[in-house]
């Protein structure tokens, strides 16, 4: 089993950055890749970004929504188990709360699909102000 806690959310005004953090623990030697996702009020859950997390799996390949291409950025700490979500340019249509995602498969490029994901966290708010 692999355990995914977020944190990093909260509140900022449009124009502002934000960092999420997902930190892993229990079985991280066998997560492939590593996800983040966000769900808006009234919203289904859709995808935000995505990489492959295991060193020398793949070129450790990224993969964003057309929504935040540009904007936001993943990357990974994997001595400290933990992925990022670097949030710039922030607008009110990205309130959401994010959600960490982690699968044990061995995809060559990252997945899109919540179905394809084994492991949740249990989300951060993040609340765009305009």
């Known amino acids: 089993q692999v355990q995914l806690v977020e944190s990093g959310g909260g509140l900022v005004q449009a124009g502002g950055s934000l960092r999420l953090s997902c930190a892993a623990s229990?079985?991280?030697?066998?997560?492939?890749?590593m996800g983040w996702f966000r769900q808006a009020p009234g919203k289904e859950r859709e995808f935000v970004a995505a990489?492959?997390?295991?060193?020398?799996?793949?070129?450790?390949?990224?993969s964003y929504a057309d929504s935040v291409q540009g904007r936001f950025t993943i990357s990974k700490d994997n001595a400290k188990n933990t992925v990022y979500l670097q949030m710039n340019s922030l607008k009110p249509d990205d309130t959401a709360v994010y959600y960490c995602a982690a699968d044990p498969s061995r995809y060559l490029t990252p997945p899109r699909e919540e179905y394809e994901y084994d492991y949740w966290g249990q989300g951060t708010q993040v609340t765009v102000s305009s």
């Open positions: 990489m492959l997390w295991r060193v020398g799996w793949s070129g450790g390949r990224t």
């Open positions: 229990g079985r991280t030697g066998s997560i492939y890749i």
